[in-house]
């Protein structure tokens, strides 16, 4: 087809006219604030609606590469939704936000000496050019991002309830620390050691309370670097300790940082997962990350010392014929006989070199005897205790009982090192050969005259155990979990800065809620301090101690002027994204983080709509499953910290999730292995040239490095947003990822330019839609159409929205060529608007409406062209089809019976005889015997 200029009519939907109406559309909805969501109180206060919605997006990190064509897929389809609801009524808050510290910024920054605030103001700037293209229909008011002091003043601030609050595990609540203090105060509360709160110094107080606050100091062990003088992640350290960047010796340090005590709140994270609508992928690894394990305590006499276990099966203690220690494991060198001693100081030097993952892989069972015997408390019989690195420190007491019976890794070892094993659950007929970790009978478990399991389910078992340990005071009933409290400071730069003090001691002091935001100070550099290579012995000196003016402070914290040093390390990322949902309730309010109203209308529980156990939070929130624990878990965690201390009506943040596909693109290398320019890519008979070079091709990610990007800048160029936004949503279901393909994009922009054609005429622009009444076979396809795109729309099933309106159009295309009735084209706008918005408005505007279609009407559909009133029935007789007969849509199976047999040809072929079987196949056909 040619594409000469000349022959294009000045009105077809091209790209040009696409660009031009979606410029004019963006403007109109800025000038109009067609997006803004009214607040019922405050400064966006307005008219609020009981129905609303609020529908979230996982804020972008700006990176300096802007967006490719994979980033919108979520960003569109969070609009569409927002759409569909704002145009049936409802009051929409949907808004766009940028989670803006990081590292890239600050690594560029150390490159080039700019700083990272400029950097990311610029990619910001990309961002919000990009977006605004897109026609993304957001509350520009209600845009925050996390680098901002009025932001990050309510994060510090945030911060500070944490700190000024413990949990209180009887009330199975966070509480007010001042509250704790009374309780220590007036004795209600025991003190350590019998002394008296107000005989306590200050530090010593601070030193008590930490033990309890949900944010506290801890020495935490990290690798440090000190040739890159920085705190590297395990998957940045080699096998062989040393720094992947560089090659520097890694060495494990504790550092006093900050953590979270988010495990205090381990069983609500979980229990309250039976409360959100989320994939059931993303709860079930929250449970494996939290990680609930019932079991017991068990203590095991060692002379005067014991060992305290952990075990999830007490039922098997009768089969428990050996210990392990973990190497590391404090007990060890108490109870360890002298003649021991050089084997287990070997041992523990080569544990030492092992990284956790190594030790928990099923390798070969490694060990060493330490000399000493342990007595099973359930038969009295003394059991050797080893020291072996499959036992790790971190997990439970360190410590375990080892069931070579129905454990594999304590079946292994005592394979290896030869030691009994006793069964104490039946296994299966045939078993043998290895651990039996099924149910069955409890076999080998019985006291003289006393206890006995025997014949028991490992439940029941497992429960008599428990009884039995505690009533005889060797053990006790508990639940452990994986989950371990965060760790909460950086040495960087680019993060907020915490929002307290120390005094000399080294005591940490909140600072007062009015001097907040405590901001970042300007530094000259912002690469950390390096250190000898090999001197293991220096501290990590992020880049803020460098800020020397800013690091010491005078202040009267009340009692008279005192120098403080300030903490120079920062908050991780995770920070700012764990409460955006509320800023975005309301951005400018100054005296809160959140005003209560505003958060009760936009994110309280609502139990009539829900159910009664509603959690509230925002209705829907897309992003991608790779923030399935972390982000998911701290923001949980933070929005029940503040929900516990009266800050807020709901107890989750997201009541909805749902997880958007990914855009993947085909990437082509040549024969030397490098990436060639996708977008030059030729295919000839299923094989690929570029520069006439044959080239491999490999599917995966798009991304620079791949040198496969698509831009939707291009995109927009070349066909207009409203055709991106069309082909995206048409790619496939939301939650399947999906191959890119710009050459697809034409049949999406062909759907557009027919629509716009059975509407407008190219030539002169003028309406081509007439008065004419639709027939009644088109009135049905058209309700039909919108019941299933209503449908489509609200289970964000936009393809098949899609879909529905191209066969809608088509058929105008073919029944009215001489022009649209008015009915088709202005259900066909209004349905589109969701996915098209631009387009759809300039059509409904030529249709003659003023204004915009953002708020509606959304078309209804009309029961009485949805139900199909008459069938036509094809007769066999015998097999063959003789004769066909309509009836009533509701006619019953006697009525359609009868019908086909008074049908003229059938009766004279069954001709007064009887029928041997008359078959009506509902909807389908009648089937005649004779
Ligand atoms: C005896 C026993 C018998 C066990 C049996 C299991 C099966 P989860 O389910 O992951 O919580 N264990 C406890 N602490 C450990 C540690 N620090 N390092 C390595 N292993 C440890 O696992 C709990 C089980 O893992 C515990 O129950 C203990 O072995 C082991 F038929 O005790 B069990």
């Not at 006219?17 to 607040?39: C, K, S, V």
């Not at 992020?542 to 403080?564: F, N, V």
């Not at 490098?674 to 295919?683: I, K, L, Q, S």
């Not at 959304?858 to 008459?870: M, N, S």
Request: glycine share 8%; proline share 6%; with cysteine.
């Amino acid at each position: 087809m040619s594409t000469d200029a000349a022959e294009i009519p000045a009105y077809r939907y091209t790209a040009e006219l696409a660009n031009q109406i979606e410029e004019r559309w963006q403007r109109y909805w800025e000038d109009h604030g067609t997006y803004h969501a009214p607040n019922p109180v405050g400064a966006l206060k307005g008219d609020v609606p009981a129905d609303k919605l609020f529908v979230q997006d996982m804020f972008p990190y700006p990176s300096g590469a802007g967006l490719h064509v994979g980033h919108p897929l979520g960003f569109i389809g969070t609009d569409v939704f927002a759409r569909y609801h704002r145009m049936n009524g409802r009051n929409v808050l949907h808004t766009m936000g940028f989670d803006a510290f990081g590292l890239p910024a600050e690594q560029y920054a150390v490159k080039t000496g700019q700083h990272p605030r400029k950097t990311t103001e610029e990619n910001i700037n990309t961002y919000l050019r990009q977006i605004r293209r897109l026609g993304l229909g957001h509350d520009e008011r209600r845009r925050i991002s996390t680098i901002d002091p009025e932001y990050y003043k309510w994060t510090q601030w945030i911060f500070l309830q944490i700190f000024n609050s413990w949990y209180d595990v009887d009330a199975r609540k966070a509480r007010p620390i001042a509250e704790l203090i009374s309780q220590f105060e007036s004795g209600e509360r025991d003190v350590e050691g019998g002394r008296k709160w107000s005989e306590l110094s200050f530090a010593d107080q601070q030193r008590i309370l930490g033990e309890f606050r949900l944010a506290y100091m801890s020495e935490a062990p990290v690798n440090w670097c000190p040739g890159l003088g920085t705190v590297l992640a395990n998957e940045e350290v080699t096998a062989d300790g040393r720094s992947e960047r560089g090659n520097f010796p890694v060495f494990r340090k504790s550092l006093r940082q900050w953590m979270m005590r988010i495990t205090a709140y381990s069983d609500r994270l979980i229990d309250d997962l039976d409360r959100l609508d989320w994939p059931d992928k993303v709860k079930a690894m929250q449970r494996n990350w939290i990680g609930r394990s019932h079991g017991a305590r068990v203590r095991f006499a060692v002379g005067d010392e014991s060992i305290e276990v952990f075990t999830t099966r007490p039922d098997t203690l009768f089969g428990a014929t050996y210990m392990v220690l973990a190497p590391e494991h404090q007990l060890v060198d108490q109870i360890a006989t002298p003649d021991r001693v050089a084997d287990i100081a070997a041992y523990r030097r080569a544990a030492s070199l092992k990284s956790e993952l190594d030790r928990q892989e099923n390798k070969e069972k490694t060990g060493v005897f330490i000399g000493a015997y342990a007595t099973n408390p359930v038969n009295g019989k003394e059991i050797p205790v080893y020291i072996a690195d499959y036992v790790l420190m971190g997990y439970g007491t360190g410590a375990i009982m080892a069931v070579p019976g129905q454990d594999q890794r304590d079946w292994d070892f005592a394979k290896k090192f030869d030691l009994p094993i006793i069964r104490t659950v039946q296994p299966s007929e045939g078993f043998e050969g290895e651990a039996f970790t099924g149910d069955g009978p409890a076999v080998n478990s019985r006291q003289e005259n006393g206890l006995s399991l025997d014949g028991m389910a490992i439940d029941d078992a497992k429960k008599t155990m428990i009884g039995w340990l505690e009533e005889n005071g060797h053990g006790h009933g508990t639940v452990q979990f994986k989950l371990r409290d965060w760790l909460f400071s950086r040495q960087r730069y680019w993060g907020e800065p915490f929002p307290v003090v120390y005094d000399e001691a080294g005591t940490a002091i909140a600072l007062p809620e009015s001097m907040l935001p405590i901001e970042l100070p300007e530094v000259d550099d912002y690469s950390p301090r390096t250190f000898d290579p090999e001197d293991a012995n220096t501290e990590p000196s992020p880049p803020l101690s460098r800020a020397t003016e800013w690091t010491t402070i005078e202040l009267d914290l009340g009692d008279g002027l005192k120098t403080y040093r300030r903490d120079t390390n920062t908050m991780p990322n995770w920070a700012g994204s764990c409460w955006y949902q509320l800023r975005y309730v309301d951005p400018v309010e100054t005296e809160r983080f959140v005003n209560p109203e505003n958060e009760k209308y936009w994110l309280g529980p609502r139990t009539a709509e829900h159910g009664p156990t509603d959690p509230g939070g925002v209705d829907l929130y897309i992003g991608g499953v790779e923030h399935a624990v972390l982000h998911l878990l701290y923001s949980r965690f933070w929005q029940k910290v503040l929900f516990d201390l009266g800050h807020l009506t709901g107890d989750e943040p997201y009541r909805r999730l749902f997880n958007q596909g990914y855009i993947q693109a085909y990437a082509y290398t040549d024969a030397r292995g490098f990436y060639v320019p996708a977008a030059e890519v030729v295919e000839e008979n299923g094989k690929f040239f570029h520069n006439g070079e044959e080239v491999n091709r490999e599917y995966g990610k798009m991304g620079k490095s791949l040198n496969n990007v698509v831009t939707p800048d291009e995109m927009c160029e070349k066909y207009g947003a409203d055709t991106f936004r069309f082909y995206e949503m048409s790619m496939g279901p939301m939650d399947v990822s999906r191959p890119w393909a710009t050459k697809d994009v034409v049949g999406a922009q062909r759907f557009m330019q027919r629509l716009w054609r059975n509407l407008v005429d190219e030539t002169d622009g003028s309406l081509r839609v007439t008065d004419e009444e639709a027939s009644v076979e088109a009135l049905r396809l058209l309700h039909k159409t919108i019941a299933g795109v209503h449908d489509d729309y609200a289970n964000l099933r936009y393809n098949t929205a899609g879909a529905k309106l191209i066969e809608l159009n088509n058929y105008v295309t073919k029944h009215y060529s001489s022009g649209t009735p008015r009915a088709l084209a202005e259900a066909l706008v209004l349905m589109l608007a969701p996915q098209a918005p631009h387009v759809a408005e300039e059509l409904w505007s030529k249709l003659g409406n003023d204004g915009s279609l953002a708020h509606g009407p959304f078309p209804k559909a009309d029961e009485q062209y949805l139900v199909e009133d008459t069938v036509e029935y094809p007769i066999q007789v015998n097999g063959k089809v003789r004769s066909r007969v309509v009836v009533s849509a509701s006619a019953s199976q006697d009525e359609i019976k009868a019908a086909a047999l008074s049908e003229e040809k059938i009766a004279e072929l069954v001709a007064g005889g009887e029928p041997r079987k008359v078959i009506v196949v509902p909807g389908r056909l009648v089937n005649i015997v004779l």
